[in-house]
């Protein structure tokens, strides 16, 4: 992972799969592939993608999480019904005040 101007080293810096932007790990929702589909959270096991709340619908465009968890796509509707629950998160965290 290079080091990027203005984070401080400490700070877990993920790219988001759907626009590409990097940003703190704490503005990103992890999607992992489990053996009986999609989950989000960052304690689910495997390997994960990142996303902002709000980019669900771009990286579903652009194939972007089957791609970032080395799987196949799945079953294309739980990966829609995912997107759809990450993009859901998107209020609550903005009203956080944190995201972007
Ligand atoms: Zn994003």
């Excluded at 994960?48 to 968890?69: F, T, V």
């Amino acid at each position: 992972m290079p080091i990027l101007p203005g984070y401080p080293w400490r700070v877990p810096i993920r790219m988001c799969v759907g626009c590409r932007a990097t940003g703190e790990q704490s503005e990103l929702v992890r999607v992992a592939r489990t053996a009986s589909g999609f989950e989000v959270g960052r304690t689910a096991p495997g390997r994960g993608a990142w996303l902002h709340p709000g980019c669900g619908a771009q990286a579903l465009k652009r194939r972007a999480i089957p791609r970032a968890l080395r799987s196949d796509s799945g079953d294309p509707a739980q990966l829609a019904a995912v997107v759809v629950e990450v993009d859901a998160l998107a209020p609550t965290w903005a009203n956080q005040g944190s995201l972007h």
